[in-house]
């Protein structure tokens, strides 16, 4: 399994919306759980959630200078072919000036 996403920019205050998804040889498979094990996740509403629940977040600090924030999601499946199985995957956040927050 893995997971394709690897990156993402984000404005510094803004809000984004993540589905965490999963992959066995090339298939999409249904996430049963995910939850936020390490990293620094921002400002989220929620580090857990079904995987009908995106992770939603907001960084309002910026990295060090040429750094990035970095998410680690453990998420949960269940396929016939493999039963039940977890998998890391990390995220790096790139936060980008300036703010913008309201």
Known sequence: MSIPLTM?????????TLWPRAFADGREVPVRSWTVVAGEAGDALATAGSGGVPFRSSWS????PGGA??????????TPETGHRTVDGAITVVVRSPALQD
């Open 8 to 16: 993402v920019e984000v404005l510094r205050g803004r809000a984004v």
């Open 61 to 64: 600090r910026l990295a060090p």
């Open 69 to 78: 924030y970095e998410v680690v999601f453990r998420i949960e499946v269940d």
